[in-house]
């Protein structure tokens, strides 16, 4: 088994949604020993489903930072537990970052940061640390909060074979998108700095322009007949905007079209999504999420914002300060029953003439 593949079976375990906040209760004052053994239990239920791989305890045996690893043919995946206890230190984060550090030493595949403890007592402190984690911009290390983390415990549900086959073949085919533009970003960085970069993963998607702009003008309120003198710069801003968008890669096309369709209005007047959402939505973990988004921060199309309270946002840019365009093209969507991803994806913006 590569490695590769065995990183997408635990997460198919892993995946499970949320909890409620009043659920990680559970999580009060339990010792991090019993936290460890019920870990343990919950992958070994699923142990059919990962290749029956050799699990052991490591916690308190030169533990390397990690409380239990797996081994398949010499490939090796961590996990590190957070108890209550751990929370309550005020070095939570920096004693996090040295385990990381220590984890590093026994070349594991992957870092599994697993956080059991009350979500709601603790939660600036766990988006402090996640923050942190995902400015490394690094897929090493991937982490699950409390609400992601209870559905391993207190009697789990296990995934039946039929279930765990239909999710792995929905991650194998978005492996290869990832893939894709994993590769599409190690060009771009290799690129001489000051020319200009172009990431564009060719596909045979040839955009439509728009004409008239009539149907759009009429649902979101242009008033572009009324005021004529407005048509060309607005018709020029729009191609603008689809040509941009032509030069994108069609997967990065399709994360840009499911952030928008997810995002609101959040402070301060930007237009956003928690990209917590978008994360449990794709069934990937943080670091890759960080990297697909690059594409589109590179292009100018999005970008983190960190809300100490909230968690990170993923924001759409907008080409211009006043221009709520995505808001727009969203609304003319619902309104019409016309499909976002027809705009975003197939880039027929046609669709705006009527």
Request: hydrophobic residues 35%; glycine residues 4%.
């Amino acid at each position: 088994m590569e490695a590769q593949e065995l990183v997408s079976r635990i997460s198919i375990i892993l995946n499970k949604g949320y909890g409620n906040f009043e659920d990680t209760e559970y999580f009060r004052d339990k010792p991090h020993d019993e936290l460890i053994e019920e870990f343990m239990e919950y992958l070994e239920l699923h142990n059919e489903h990962i290749g029956n791989p050799h699990n052991e305890i490591t916690h308190m045996l030169n533990e390397h930072g990690t409380d239990i690893v797996i081994d398949i043919d010499g490939i090796q995946i961590g996990f590190q537990i957070k108890s209550h206890q751990d929370l309550t230190d005020e070095d939570f984060a920096r004693n996090v970052f040295a385990q990381m550090a220590e984890s590093m030493a026994i070349r594991l595949a992957k870092w599994y940061i697993l956080i059991c403890a009350p979500n709601r007592e603790f939660e600036g402190r766990i988006n402090h640390l996640m923050n942190r984690i995902n400015a490394l911009q690094s897929i090493y290390q991937a982490y699950y909060s409390p609400r992601n983390t209870i559905q391993y415990f207190n009697n789990p549900e296990v995934l039946s074979t039929e279930k765990f086959n239909l999710e792995l073949q929905r991650y194998s085919y978005q492996e290869t998108s990832e893939e894709r533009l994993l590769r599409a970003i190690e060009r771009l960085e290799d690129e001489p700095q000051g020319q200009e970069n172009i990431l564009h993963i060719p596909d045979k998607t040839e955009p439509i322009y728009s004409k008239t702009l009539e149907r759009i003008s009429d649902i979101c309120g242009w008033e572009l007949e009324e005021h004529p003198e407005h048509f060309e710069k607005t018709k020029e801003d729009i191609d603008e905007l689809l040509e941009r968008l032509a030069r994108l890669p069609e997967d990065s096309r399709r994360l840009l079209s499911l952030i928008v369709s997810r995002s609101e209005t959040v402070p301060p007047g930007q237009y956003g999504v928690l990209a917590e959402e978008i994360r449990m939505e794709l069934r990937t973990d943080t670091g890759t999420l960080w990297n697909l988004v690059n594409v589109l921060r590179r292009r100018d199309f999005a970008h983190f914002w960190e809300d100490y309270e909230e968690g990170n946002f993923i924001i759409v840019n907008r080409p211009n300060r006043d221009w709520l365009i995505w808001d727009e093209l969203r609304n003319f969507c619902e309104e019409t029953g016309i499909n976002l991803l027809s705009l975003i994806v197939d880039l027929r913006f046609d669709y705006l003439d009527g």
